[in-house]
């Protein structure tokens, strides 16, 4: 008698157990094309899936972004704020300065 070809599912379920053990299968793998294509292209979809999981769950944003990244801007614009004020503040102090030193008045005469 033949041995008949496997189900996906079976093909399946020997590819990822870790109990693989029947002869037969393995064999009609061995000599078989057609399921040694469907035991090859599962394995792939599975490589594919797992690393597109793998990668998804890796590139995933943490749930807390928004409000860290929100904290952070308010934090730096408003310190960008308090350096343009001093900058105004010290700019028209030396404004001052080198007017009165580099231009002093003429004197009447």
Avoid: N, Y
């Amino acid at each position: 008698m033949k041995f008949r070809h496997p189900s996906k599912e079976m093909l399946r379920d020997w590819l990822f157990s870790a109990d693989g053990d029947d002869p037969k299968l393995e064999e009609h793998i061995d000599d078989c094309s057609r399921c040694s294509a469907v035991i090859i292209a599962l394995g792939e979809a599975e490589g594919e899936d797992s690393v597109a999981a793998a990668l998804s769950q890796v590139l995933a944003a943490p749930p807390d972004l928004p409000v860290r990244l929100e904290a952070q801007v308010s934090q730096r614009i408003s310190g960008r704020e308090f350096l343009g004020l001093m900058a105004e503040l010290f700019g028209a102090g030396v404004e001052t300065s080198r007017l009165l030193i580099v231009d002093p008045p003429a004197p009447d005469t």
